[in-house]
């Protein structure tokens, strides 16, 4: 079984949904989720959650994915059937630069298609929606060769790549989208959304905040959305904080601070090292541990020499399983800008570490107050507001708070709508 991913059905749960209705083998309902790949990353992890709490007498799981790899691919349960969806790796290069991959179109001979592919996608950003784009890259594929599916779920919403998809490229009887950040601070493009969101059965956000926030963008579709809490599975977390990893914290009594998130902008990584800086000038020793990857990896750590930090920050890249490292820590800390959902939060509660967290919008749905138990939440997004909730959080004793949010009962709501 893969480390911090659970696979114990909750069957039990879905027993007054299914009551009197007998299923074998033959009968299974089929699920369809989409999501663009498997990265480690709080959506990719949350959906290999949502797999191990739908019981498999029952439901028959497919996946498709826009494109292969990412370190949870290898996670994925031997019984999801997966997919490839072959429509976005024929305009992959172009969407991530328009500039490459004409020439790499060009340079391949591929000069009358590519030709196409540029006045295609012109005529979709005039019409204010890359739906006709897409459509032209998936062409006449029908998700997994047409199967029909009781549920297709797209999973990594906002996309409007999944959500042309899943509405206009699938068969199946109901449709949801899953929304895990907030609208008002990620890229979400309307006109698409309004186009395509009248199509789903049921719009899952994973926090009332998310929800709220929705809910105000797109009124015309509040009555079907609907919360949806990632699952939380504390049993399996922390029996895998006793596996070994190559956690390598300071001695005491320098505090260990533990940051688990992509090394993206919107996490905070550089607030967190102007932070730090603040700690050490205020005379704290502290040393803080990075546990995440991503394409900007190289920029954080400039920015922590530039710093004079090099001997009080380390980055250990990407991890399947980062519970050593929290379980290790003497602050958890998640600076991050904003968050649909603070999964990694949720997680760092089932330990007895303090936690101290910027405030985003959800933080405190997930913490409370905000000085309560053993969570603390800045006052602000500036370093010194930072280190002051970092430093307030070390002197609190070490102690479980109690607000696991992991709540597997949220299924009943998905299996509702087959």
């Known amino acids: 079984m893969p480390v911090g991913i659970p696979f114990a059905s909750v069957e039990g749960i879905l027993t007054n949904n299914v009551a009197g209705h007998v299923m074998n083998a033959v009968e299974k309902k089929k699920i369809l989720f989409a999501i663009n790949e498997l990265n480690v990353g709080g959506v990719e992890k949350s959906l290999l959650s949502l797999f ?72 979709s950003r005039l019409s204010g929606t890359l739906l006709p784009f897409f459509d032209y890259a998936i062409g006449d594929e029908i998700a997994a060769g047409g199967m029909e599916f009781d549920l297709a779920v ?35 493009r309307v006109s698409t959304s309004r186009l395509t969101h009248g199509s789903y059965d049921r719009v899952f956000c994973v926090s009332p905040h998310a929800l709220d926030v929705y809910r105000r963008r797109y009124p015309e579709f509040a009555g079907h959305a609907a919360l949806f809490r990632n699952i939380i599975d504390e049993k399996s977390i922390l029996a895998d904080s006793s596996a070994g990893s190559d956690y390598a914290p300071a001695p005491a009594p320098v505090l260990n601070v533990v940051t688990v998130a992509r090394l993206n902008p919107e996490k905070g990584i550089d607030l967190a090292l102007k932070s730090l800086r603040v700690l050490l000038d205020s005379g704290t020793d502290a040393c803080w541990h990075f546990i995440g990857g991503g394409e900007l990896a190289p920029r ?78 800045a006052a602000g997004f500036e370093p010194e507001q930072l280190a002051d909730a970092v430093l307030s959080a070390s002197r609190l004793p070490r102690g479980r708070s109690g607000k696991v949010a992991g709540r597997n009962s949220d299924i009943n709501k998905l299996i509702e709508l087959l």
């Not at 999801?80 to 340079?107: A, C, E, N, P």
């Not at 906002?158 to 950040?181: G, K, N, Q």
């Open 154 to 188: 797209n999973y990594a919403g906002p996309s409007e790549f999944l959500d042309c998809y899943i509405t206009r490229h699938t068969c199946a009887r109901r449709r949801a989208v899953w929304i895990h950040f907030d609208l008002e601070r990620t890229f979400d």
């Open 52 to 123: 191990g709490a739908i019981p498999r007498d029952r439901y028959e799981i497919h996946l498709a994915l826009m494109q292969p790899g990412g370190g949870f691919e290898s996670f994925v349960p031997a019984d999801v059937t997966v997919h490839q969806i072959g429509g976005y790796m024929r305009v992959r290069d172009f969407m991530r630069s328009r500039s490459r991959g004409l020439l790499k179109g060009l340079k391949s001979g591929n000069i009358a298609s590519t030709i196409k592919m540029l006045a295609v996608y012109l005529r």
């Open 300 to 377: 954080y750590r400039a920015m922590a020499d530039s710093l004079g930090l090099a001997d009080r920050v380390r980055f250990y890249g990407p991890r399947t399983n980062p519970f050593p490292y929290m379980a290790g820590a003497d602050v958890y800390v998640q600076p991050s800008l904003h968050e649909g959902f603070g999964i990694t939060v949720a997680e760092a509660l089932c330990f007895d570490a303090p936690i101290a967290v910027t405030p985003f919008d959800c933080a405190a749905e997930q913490l409370g107050d905000g000085r309560r138990d053993n969570a603390v939440i």
